[in-house]
């Protein structure tokens, strides 16, 4: 397994695709498939059968996985796309935006 860029609740721009140059917040990080579902974007429709929470059923929109390196993180500091540099301090791992410098939180 290996370590992604972007966190769940990050802010993030898409890069490519028909959503391209978007903006949204990470909702849920899958690290085994390098994707990362972000709210808003992506979004598919899926066929459901009727349940108790959808006693009608049909057809809903939901968002789709995007692969990580079709993301980008947004620096804290000028609101656009960054690349992301990593500094380990002690046990701690910071993530730094190359543009700025400012720490991404």
Do not use: W
Request: glycine share 8%; with cysteine.
């Amino acid at each position: 397994m290996s370590k992604l860029h972007i966190r769940k609740d990050d802010k993030v721009v898409v890069l490519t695709g028909r959503d391209k140059g978007k903006t949204g917040k990470v909702l849920k990080v899958l690290v085994s498939k390098n994707c990362a579902i972000v709210e808003g974007r992506n979004l598919v429709s899926k066929s459901t059968k009727p349940s108790a929470k959808n006693p009608q059923g049909g057809i809903v929109k939901m968002e789709a996985p995007i692969h990580v390196s079709n993301l980008s993180l947004i620096d804290p500091k000028s609101g656009k796309a960054t690349r992301v540099a990593i500094k380990h301090e002690g046990k701690n791992v910071i993530r730094i935006a190359k543009k700025s410098g400012e720490e991404i939180k």
